[in-house]
């Protein structure tokens, strides 16, 4: 029976659920009357329930959908502006005792090179992370609890806070472990990580199953249940994201905004972002035998939807997509990019030549964080580093009730300007820093309608040049 308020996974993700919203999306798709009566519920940018949501998804009528994502774009645009925060992942170690069919670090892959960083390795990497000019990372591992202990996930968060070099430092390492127990999520929280990202990659639990033959992950249950177990830990920002491909995208879809949904009913807030990747290459990874793979513009129409339907929930986009791609989907509704990224253990510090041998996917975006960074502005957004909410205390309910009043974009932006100059002082190529100061100067007169607070930034941004850093709002 549905219920998103209940704390089984197959009640707040119940398989009759979707599929009576899918025969409901299926029977609506070019239903004029209802699909125009969504848009305009939908402008009102609080969001859209599960069943609306997919009915837009579904949505076969030419004009419709090209509404559907001008309101995307335009919802975007409130919400977050023009700011794009950028990130990188970092892998700790890809032992693994799972066996995820879809991904190279499955215990049975005997080929791939396995690899776990000592401390020292760890610092090389947040070093070389940092001489690029990133300041918020995702921390990755395989789930292994002989080798990748909750102790060994504590010490090395430790490592990369503590890593300060010349003007770098990490200020928020968001972590994308295993389901665990809550003790330990209290022990993240307690480490002062940023969101705890657990990917669901299918919702469907016949597949989820049959994708996850062996290791503890087999248990959908247990996975599906574990944003509530972080959230009895004290963790207050959690993130989703489902593997489209693995499952038929409208499923995912459908249960994703009921996970959304049912941590908003029992917690009181949804999640703090949603991550789509689609599935990639990788070593034993071919992606062509799964036969849910979708296309450019369907991945395109998926982002517009969410977009939507959540409107408050930051989205994020890895290099597993290619510059085209990401630049379509930069307008219809991700607020969050990864840039230079190396999905290998080890895979920044250049000293290690071992790196390639063992990614955990294809990067299909491969440019250095200085090209993004230039790219981002030349097609119209500001490129941010920001960190501030977490480290001002504004997670969970609390960011939530100032990003649905869209207050959020008063600190979002002159972060950005704040973070990107910290960036063109101490990283970025001469013709970066050129582009980077036009375009700082022209942002800056956005605020000549309050000289006191442009006065404030000017300020931050002359004490930036005299060397000082980390200002925020
Ligand atoms: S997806 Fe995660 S849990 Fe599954 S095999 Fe890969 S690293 Fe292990
Ligand atoms: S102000 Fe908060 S929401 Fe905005 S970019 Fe910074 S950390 Fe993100």
Same mark, same amino acid.
Request: avoid cysteine.
């Given at each position: 029976m549905y219920n998103p308020k209940s704390l089984k996974a197959e009640e707040f993700i119940d398989d009759n659920e979707i599929q009576e919203t899918l025969a409901y999306a299926e029977k609506n798709k070019s239903n004029v009357k209802l699909i125009d009566e969504i848009i305009e519920k939908a402008k009102l940018r609080k969001g859209l329930p599960h069943r609306d949501a997919a009915v837009l998804l579904a949505c076969n009528i030419k004009e419709k959908n090209e509404e559907i994502n001008k309101l995307a774009e335009q919802i975007k645009k409130d919400f977050y502006g023009n700011r794009i925060v950028l990130f990188a992942p970092l892998y700790l170690s890809n032992y693994c005792i799972n066996g995820c069919v879809y991904c190279p670090y499955h215990a049975k892959n005997k080929h791939i090179p396995r690899k776990k960083m000592t401390q020292e390795e760890i610092e090389r990497e947040v070093i070389a992370l940092q001489d690029m000019g990133h300041k918020r990372i995702a921390v990755e591992t395989g789930e292994d609890p002989v080798n990748n202990p909750i102790e060994y996930i504590l010490e090395s968060l430790k490592t990369i806070y503590g890593v300060k070099h010349k003007n770098g430092a990490i200020r928020r390492a968001n972590v994308n472990i295993a389901a665990t127990t809550v003790e330990n999520y209290r022990k993240l929280k307690e480490a002062g990580i940023g969101t705890y990202i657990l990917f669901?990659?299918?919702?469907?639990k016949e597949r989820y199953e049959r994708l996850h033959p062996t290791g503890p992950k087999h248990n959908y249950a247990y996975h599906t249940e574990a944003m509530d177990r972080a959230m009895e830990g004290g963790i207050d920002d959690v993130g989703l994201g489902v593997l489209f491909g693995l499952s038929t995208y409208m499923y995912e879809f459908v249960g994703q905004l009921m996970h959304a949904e049912h941590l908003e009913a029992v917690h009181g807030v949804g999640p703090h972002t949603i991550s789509v990747p689609r599935i990639r290459p990788a070593d034993?990874?071919?992606? #062509? *035998?799964?036969?849910?793979g979708i296309d450019d513009d369907t991945f395109c129409k998926i982002v517009a939807c969410i977009r939507i339907a959540v409107p408050y929930t930051g989205m994020i986009c890895s290099t597993r997509e290619s510059k085209e791609t990401r630049k379509r989907v930069l307008h219809l509704g991700i607020s969050q990019i990864s840039g230079?990224?190396? #999905? *290998?253990?080890?895979?920044?510090?250049?000293?290690?030549?071992?790196?390639?041998?063992?990614?955990?996917f294809d990067v299909n975006?491969?440019?250095?964080l200085d090209e993004v960074m230039k790219w981002l502005m030349e097609i119209g957004y500001l490129p941010s580093f920001c960190t501030a909410c977490y480290r001002e205390g504004r997670t969970g309910e609390r960011f939530m009730k100032i990003c649905k009043s869209k207050q959020i974009q008063n600190c979002c932006h002159p972060n950005a300007m704040l973070t990107l100059k910290e960036y063109l002082e101490d990283y970025a190529k001469p013709e970066t820093k050129a582009v980077g100061e036009k375009l700082i100067a022209k942002e800056l007169e956005t605020f000549n309608d309050n000289p006191t607070f442009k006065a404030k930034v000017q300020e931050y941004l002359k004490k930036i040049e005299q060397g000082e850093r980390d200002f925020r709002f």
């Open positions: 669901q990659e299918t919702y469907n034993d990874i071919d992606p #062509t *035998s799964f036969e849910n230079a990224s190396k #999905t *290998s253990v080890g895979g920044y510090d250049k000293a290690d030549e071992t790196e390639e041998d063992s990614a955990q975006d491969t440019r250095t």
